[in-house]
């Protein structure tokens, strides 16, 4: 399983950014695929999250109505829209992913893990 992150950048308050996931692998079964972040001196934490089939969602309260998650299974992608950025929305952005139908916020529940990419947000 490799999942590989795109899409992070500088931006300023305000702006939008659109997040891609690439998974490669095992794509058939029930799985769910999340987005965490982790800031600097903080802990990573959930963001949203997605199940295969695309009919649960969850999202963190602190990105509720900004961001959005969605999914291509044809396309082996997930994606995060993030809309009315703020400096505290900067952070190392990961994807993951987990076997399983149900929606989990706890990282150590996710199996598989891309490398990250960057979003900064100037104020």
């Not at 300023?12 to 769910?32: D, H, K, M, V, W």
């Not at 993951?96 to 960057?118: L, P, V």
Request: proline share 2%; aromatic share 14%; hydrophobic share 35%.
């Amino acid at each position: 399983e490799q999942l590989v992150e795109s899409g992070g950048g500088l931006v300023q308050a305000g702006g939008s950014l659109r997040l891609s996931c690439a998974a490669s692998g095992r794509a058939f079964g029930s799985y769910t695929m999340g987005w965490f972040r982790q800031a600097p001196g903080k802990e990573r934490e959930f963001v949203a999250a997605i199940t295969w089939s695309g009919d649960k969602f969850s999202y963190a309260d602190s990105v509720k109505g900004r961001f959005t998650i969605s999914s291509d299974n044809a396309k082996n992608m997930v994606y995060l829209q993030m809309n009315s950025l703020t400096p505290e929305d900067t952070a190392v952005y990961y994807c993951a992913k987990r076997y399983g139908s149900s929606i989990r916020s706890e990282a150590y529940e996710y199996d598989y893990w891309g490398q990250g990419t960057q979003v900064t947000v100037s104020s």
